[in-house]
């Protein structure tokens, strides 16, 4: 299903969670592995939260490339791109040929939101064409997610529509729900009202192709030889999952 709010479209969609549990863990073996490492303190308890003991791995590498490790459910991957290229056909975003066009995960982290701490509203406008929240672990007054009247650029595949209003709209957020909207869109989470923690999953979404990004051969190369290096560097941490 896709809504128009303030002007942009924004895709719920409902999908198969028999990842779910593989998500959680991940997510929490990561929260236990990072407590009294360097790094926890720039993702652990960060400007985006209140709550000292919420994870948000958007912003430090290699936290924010989870899905290019190898241990990464391949078929919570496979489900999220597949839900991609519905919004974007549903978005009249075509290609004759998969050469000339394809949507690819670029980022991808999780957060864990403590009782009483919320997600503060930000955009993902230099990082993605779309965006999308995932909730792997959701309770019942855990918080919704919130899309606000935010008049900025439009972007090549969602062309801004005026719109009047100037309010945040509650997008209801559950177990196993997908939620996708052009990057530059401003969002946040209410509080999480309950004694537990609320997991979730966040991607960016970039494209590829004749008609997207083409990235030089040799630059690509050079980057993916260092990812082994990236991999064997961070396994105390990440481990084999």
């Known amino acids: 299903m896709i809504d128009n709010i303030y ?37 652990i308890g960060t400007s985006w ?42 978005l009249q975003v075509k290609c004759d040929h998969p050469a000339e066009l394809q949507f690819y995960i670029d980022r991808c982290w999780c957060t864990i939101t403590y009782p009483g701490d919320n997600i503060k509203r930000h955009s993902h406008s230099s990082t993605g064409v779309f965006s999308m929240a995932y909730y792997s672990y959701w309770k019942e007054n855990q918080g919704n997610f919130l899309i606000s009247d935010n008049r900025t650029v439009e972007s090549r595949f969602t062309p801004l529509r005026l719109h009047d209003s100037k309010s945040k709209t509650i997008i209801e957020a559950k177990e196993s729900r997908f939620i996708i909207f052009p990057s530059h869109v401003l969002h946040e989470t209410e509080d999480n009202n309950t ?36 991999e064997d560097q961070y396994k105390n941490i990440l481990g084999e999952q």
């Open 195 to 230: 004694d537990d923690i609320r997991i979730s999953w966040s991607m960016d979404i970039q494209a590829i192709g004749f008609e997207g990004m083409l990235p030089n051969k040799e630059l690509v190369n050079f980057l993916w030889e260092h990812w082994n290096n990236v």
């Open 7 to 43: 002007g942009y479209d924004v895709g719920v969609y409902d999908i198969e969670s028999s990842f779910n549990r593989e998500l959680n863990d991940i997510a929490l073996k990561l929260y236990g592995n990072l407590q009294g490492t360097l790094e926890a303190g720039n993702i």
């Open 49 to 90: 939260n209140d709550a000292p003991q919420s994870l948000v791995g958007a912003h430090v590498f290699p936290y924010n490339r989870l899905h290019q490790f190898k241990w990464f459910p391949v078929n919570f991957s496979k489900a999220i791109l597949e839900t991609v290229n519905k919004y974007a056909e549903n």
